[in-house]
């Protein structure tokens, strides 16, 4: 089984979770210490829940190893929870988030539409790796920036 495309998740991006998380509750132990009324329990509310979601983010990431797309024998899998295999000829289209720092894409076919969205190592290089595959087996592909 020869791979044409592989790209693994990585840890790093954990990591500016967990130091956000940080930030956000040496942020809730300055509000608590300078208490100003009715400001204070605003703020410390607010940041706890983005701190719960940072921590979320952070468990997610880091548990995350292994391969997240890989390309082979005309088959693009999409390693979730369980494993998607989409045969090359079936893709209509696929849309790649052109912006640093993740892997984003939603690939169309005639019977559904799949999506992933990971973190990986060496994105930037990995991405243009996966263009040219597409381009090279004649995949239509549109990239596009969400700022």
Known sequence: MKKEFEACYSKNYAWIFAFFTVLFLVGI??????????????????????????VYMFVITIRKEGTAVAVTEDKLILYKKEPVEIPLGEILKISIHDGNGSFDFIIKTSAKKYSMHCFIKEEQKKKKQFLSLLKQKGIPFTTFDIN
């Open 29 to 54: 132990l300055l509000l608590s210490i300078f208490w100003i009324p009715t400001i204070s329990l605003i703020f410390i509310t607010v940041l706890s829940l983005i701190s719960l979601v940072f």
